[in-house]
């Protein structure tokens, strides 16, 4: 099994559907990230869970929402979204948040929103 | 404000060494990180410097003044392999990571 594994791989929604991303941690790690990549842009830190809580929340609408059920398993749930969310959303988890151990990051799930 | 430069893209030639440089100015340091992204896959983790210095790592190292918020990536031998995207990260001193857009490293042979 791979280190971090994210579901699905690419996504189409329209603005007013819901959906979820989830990512899967196999490493036995504390902390997991979301972060929001776009093309020639830094990578956006998005949400962190430390130990299942929530560390930091970058100032994100409220249209995604994050969920951290277990030290394992991330969701991101997506509603009401718009064109300029469309990006790649990926996870990572590392050691513990507090920055200074290296992430490993998930594949990805590429989002377009129509 | 806080933030991270690197160059956007660079070309060098296969077998050749190329140096990717990134910049920062963060509120305190603990530490930076760089790591390779070829397109359409993950970030992977190449190396983390906290200390001033070389650290090499087989054809890769990195290096770090803190004094000069300055550190490179070395790449030597040069494979087409290593056309990727490389990420400069600084970890501040409230332990948040700030990442650089990315250098895009282009390979010819």
């Known amino acids: 099994e791979t280190g971090v594994t994210q579901t699905p791989r690419h996504l189409v929604m329209g603005m007013t559907n819901k959906k979820s991303l989830k990512c899967e941690q196999h490493?036995?790690?504390?902390?997991m990230y979301w972060y929001k990549q776009s093309a020639k842009k830094p990578l956006e830190l998005m949400f962190v869970y430390n130990f299942k809580e929530q560390t930091e929340n970058n100032s994100v609408p409220s249209r995604f929402s994050p969920e951290c059920p277990n030290s394992s398993h991330l969701f991101l749930h997506l509603h009401t979204l718009q064109p300029e969310d469309s990006a790649l959303y990926l996870c990572?988890?590392?050691?513990?948040?507090?920055?200074?151990?290296?992430?490993?990051f998930g594949p990805g799930t590429r989002l377009t929103v129509t | 404000g806080q933030n991270i430069d690197q160059p956007t893209e660079m070309t060098a030639t296969e077998g050749a060494i190329v140096q990717i440089n990134c910049t920062y100015q963060?509120?305190?340091?603990?530490?930076l990180f760089w790591y390779q992204q070829h397109a359409g896959e993950a970030p992977t983790f190449l190396s983390y410097?906290?200390l001033d210095g070389l650290e090499e790592k087989g054809r890769f190292s990195s290096f770090l003044s803190r004094s000069k918020g300055y550190s490179y990536l070395l790449l030597k031998e040069l494979q087409m392999k290593d056309s990727a995207s490389y990420l400069c990260?600084?970890?501040?001193?409230?332990?948040?990571?700030?990442w650089g857009a990315g250098t895009k490293l282009i390979i010819k042979p």
């Open positions: 990572a988890s590392s050691q513990d948040g507090s920055g200074v151990y290296e992430q490993y």
């Open positions: 410097n906290v």
């Open positions: 963060t509120s305190g340091f603990n530490g």
């Open positions: 490493l036995g790690h504390n902390a």
């Open positions: 990260a600084v970890c501040d001193s409230n332990y948040q990571l700030l």
